[in-house]
């Protein structure tokens, strides 16, 4: 007699599931947006600072660098500075108190942001809105003692945003 019952023994085994190897890292450079703007996904900290940085074309990498460093050496409240990427630029603020520059890539130029800049002395030179005041950095042109002087001045306002 045959039962009906077929035990677990009984049936073929699968053979086990080779492991899955996990997804190959994209080595691929970031896209470059209109003017040379590298596209860099919204995120907090260093590390996507540091890859718009690395993905900045020709000379504007090396105004990048500089301007990181020097926002990094001049925020007086430098334990407190954030960074972060959004809307393809990055943002420096300090923690608690909002965004104070952000910078973004043009085809001839770095533009500089200040957030609350007719509160700098002297007011950088462009600007039409309320607040916020910027400074176009063409390849040989950044007059560091002068970026110093407005970093410390803005870091030590309240910021835009939080």
Same mark, same amino acid.
């Given at each position: 007699?045959? *039962?009906?019952?077929?035990?677990?023994?009984? =049936? +073929?085994?699968?053979?086990? &599931?080779?492991? @899955?190897?996990?997804? =190959?890292? *994209?080595? @691929?450079?970031?896209?470059?947006?209109?003017?040379?703007?590298?596209?860099?996904?919204?995120?907090?900290?260093? &590390?996507?600072?540091?890859?718009?940085?690395?993905?900045? +074309?020709?000379? @504007?990498?090396a105004?990048?660098?500089?301007?990181?460093?020097?926002?990094v050496?001049?925020?007086?409240?430098?334990?407190?500075?954030? @960074?972060?990427? =959004?809307?393809?630029?990055? /943002?420096y603020?300090? #923690?608690?108190?909002?965004?104070?520059? *952000?910078?973004?890539? /043009?085809?001839?130029?770095?533009?500089?942001?200040?957030?609350?800049g007719?509160?700098?002395?002297?007011?950088p030179?462009?600007g039409?809105?309320k607040? &916020?005041?910027?400074?176009?950095?063409? #390849?040989?042109?950044?007059? #560091?003692?002068?970026?110093?002087?407005?970093?410390?001045?803005?870091?030590?306002? +309240?910021?835009?945003?939080?």
């Amino acid at each position: 007699m045959i *039962s009906k019952d077929k035990s677990r023994a009984s =049936k +073929p085994r699968k053979p086990a &599931a080779k492991p @899955k190897s996990p997804p =190959k890292a *994209s080595a @691929k450079a970031p896209i470059l947006l209109s003017g040379g703007n590298p596209q860099i996904a919204k995120a907090d900290g260093d &590390a996507p600072v540091r890859a718009y940085i690395a993905a900045m +074309p020709d000379w @504007k990498r090396a105004i990048g660098k500089r301007l990181d460093a020097l926002v990094v050496r001049n925020a007086p409240k430098a334990p407190n500075l954030r @960074k972060a990427v =959004k809307w393809n630029s990055p /943002f420096y603020g300090i #923690e608690g108190r909002g965004w104070f520059l *952000s910078f973004h890539v /043009f085809t001839r130029y770095v533009k500089v942001s200040f957030f609350r800049g007719t509160s700098l002395r002297p007011v950088p030179p462009g600007g039409t809105g309320k607040d &916020a005041r910027w400074i176009d950095i063409h #390849e040989d042109d950044l007059d #560091e003692a002068q970026m110093a002087a407005w970093v410390k001045q803005a870091a030590a306002l +309240p910021g835009w945003g939080q």
